[in-house]
T-cell receptor, first 115, second 110 residues
Framework: DADVTQTPRNRITKTGKRIMLECSQTKGHDRMYWYRQDPGLGLRLIYYSFDVKDINKGEISDGYSVSRQAQAKFSLSLESAIPNQTALYFC??????????????FGEGSRLTVL | QKEVEQNSGPLSVPEGAIASLNCTYSDRGSQSFFWYRQYSGKSPELIMFIYSNGDKEDGRFTAQLNKASQYVSLLIRDSQPSDSATYLCAVGFNDYKLSFGAGTTVTVRA
C-alpha cells in the first residue's frame, strides 16, 4: 500500500459543486501539503500544515480550504468549484526531525475536472 | 513569490549521451535544492538533493550548485530510455517549504 494515499484518484464535477479531496499517510510525518499541478506551471503550493493545530496558506489558496483532522489526515475542499480549478492535485508529506532533508513524499495524485 | 526557472524543453538526447538540465532561482536565502523526476501520469520522486556549493554525484546523476550565481543543474550521464521523464527543480527555505520550477521534459532516443 502507498505511504501517502489520496482519494478520489479521478473526479469530474460541475461548476458550483463542493468537492473534497482526502489525503492520509502512514509515514508518521507531521508536515503535510497540498499542491496543484498545471501544464507549464509546475507544482504550486495551496496549503500546508506543520502539525495538527497549524494551517498555513500557500501561494494559491483562494477558492480552497483545508482541514487537518489528525496527524495522518489532511483534506482539501473546493467550496464552489470553477473550471480553472481543473488540475492534478498532489498531497505530500515531509519529516520534521533532525534528519529532515526537506524531501517531499507525494501521493499518487487526484485528477479533478470541473465542467 | 520565490521564483524557480528551468530551461525550456523538451530536451531530446540520444541514448548514451549526457542530458544537461538547468535551474535558476530568485531568492538568495534559499538553502536546499532538489531534483525530482516525474514520469507521465505519476507523482514526482526525489532523485537528488544538494545543499552546498559544488558537485554531488549519485550513480549516473550529478547535481551542481552555484549559490553565487543562483544556479543549480542536473547532469544525466549515459542517458537511458528509462530516463525519459519530466525533471522538476525545487528550492527550499529555512521553513522547509519547497518552490518548484515548471519542469523540463527529457526524451532519450534509442
Amino acid at each position: 500500500d502507498a505511504d501517502v494515499t489520496q482519494t478520489p484518484r479521478n473526479r469530474i464535477t460541475k461548476t458550483g459543486k463542493r468537492i473534497m479531496l482526502e489525503c492520509s499517510q502512514t509515514k508518521g510525518h507531521d508536515r503535510m501539503y497540498w499542491y496543484r499541478q498545471d501544464p507549464g506551471l509546475g507544482l504550486r503550493l495551496i496549503y500546508y500544515s506543520f502539525d495538527v493545530k497549524d494551517i498555513n496558506k500557500g501561494e494559491i489558496s483562494d477558492g480552497y480550504s483545508v482541514s487537518r483532522q489528525a496527524q495522518a489526515k489532511f483534506s482539501l475542499s473546493l467550496e464552489s468549484a470553477i473550471p480553472n480549478q481543473t488540475a492534478l492535485y498532489f498531497c505530500a508529506t515531509s519529516d520534521n526531525g533532525g534528519a529532515n532533508t526537506g524531501e517531499l513524499f507525494f501521493g499518487e495524485g487526484s485528477r479533478l475536472t470541473v465542467l | 513569490q520565490k521564483e524557480v526557472e528551468q530551461n525550456s524543453g523538451p530536451l531530446s538526447v540520444p541514448e548514451g549521451a549526457i542530458a544537461s538540465l538547468n535551474c535558476t532561482y530568485s531568492d538568495r536565502g534559499s538553502q536546499s535544492f532538489f531534483w525530482y523526476r516525474q514520469y507521465s501520469g505519476k507523482s514526482p520522486e526525489l532523485i537528488m538533493f544538494i545543499y552546498s556549493n559544488g558537485d554531488k554525484e549519485d550513480g549516473r546523476f550529478t547535481a551542481q550548485l552555484n549559490k553565487a550565481s543562483q544556479y543549480v543543474s542536473l547532469l544525466i550521464r549515459d542517458s537511458q530510455p528509462s530516463d525519459s521523464a519530466t525533471y522538476l527543480c525545487a528550492v527550499g527555505f529555512n521553513d522547509y517549504k519547497l518552490s518548484f520550477g515548471a519542469g523540463t521534459t527529457v526524451t532519450v532516443r534509442a
